[in-house]
């Protein structure tokens, strides 16, 4: 009930429940819509806590799990993606993961003031989720590494780090969350998505 009763979001919605059946979603919208606290933030939230809600139809990971978030830069990263999930800088846990799940003090990313590099996160199983923050200015290469059972991407990826991503979670089965407006247009990231409009930009070039 209430003003942002979940009735009113049918796009939401419909992004969560699509997680059972898909490893790979887009939440491709508009500013100013919820992408980033309202889908993306909040389902990483729950995935890490494993604290989901009753209505949850999702996908639902019955153990801890590791996972990175991503923005298009160390500074963006930091100001939304890091702040949505955490807090507001100086107010750990004022995000959408509580502050009494969150295990000790995240790590400092070097270079960048006020960004997190790992954060512990308690899991209702009793266990311990990672979350792991990176962006795409840092390039293909600062994606490799260990699998991965869920990976937020903030904004439009490059095509090689979104590959790059992919590679991380082929051996956990793990879930792909993009949430960005499509300011580069019919991109190649974008047409994976919108494949019906592929063969107009073919015509057009």
């Not at 009735?7 to 491709?28: D, N, S, T, W």
């Not at 840092?138 to 904004?155: M, N, S």
Request: hydrophobic share 40%.
């Amino acid at each position: 009930s209430g003003p942002f009763r979940r009735e009113l979001y049918p796009k939401h919605m419909q992004f969560f429940a699509l997680g059972v059946a898909h490893q790979e979603r887009c939440f491709m919208a508009a500013n100013r819509v919820g992408k980033t606290w309202g889908a993306g933030g909040y389902e990483t939230a729950l995935h890490l806590t494993g604290d989901y809600p009753d209505w949850w139809e999702g996908h639902r990971f019955d153990r801890p799990i590791d996972a990175w978030a991503a923005g298009d830069t160390s500074e963006t990263t930091r100001d939304i993606v890091q702040k949505a999930l955490m807090g507001s800088l100086g107010e750990l846990g004022s995000g959408l993961i509580p502050g009494e799940a969150i295990i000790g003090e995240p790590s400092k990313r070097m270079g960048v003031a006020g960004a997190m590099d790992t954060a512990q996160v308690r899991h209702k199983s009793g266990g311990t989720s990672s979350v792991g923050f990176k962006s795409f200015d840092q390039g293909r290469r600062k994606f490799q590494g260990t699998e991965k059972h869920l990976i937020w991407l903030d904004e439009e990826p490059p095509r090689d780090v979104y590959d790059e991503c992919l590679v991380r979670l082929m051996t956990t089965d793990g879930l792909m969350l993009l949430t960005f407006t499509p300011l580069l247009g019919l991109s190649e990231v974008a047409l994976m998505f919108l494949p019906e409009l592929a063969p107009a930009v073919m015509e057009a070039a």
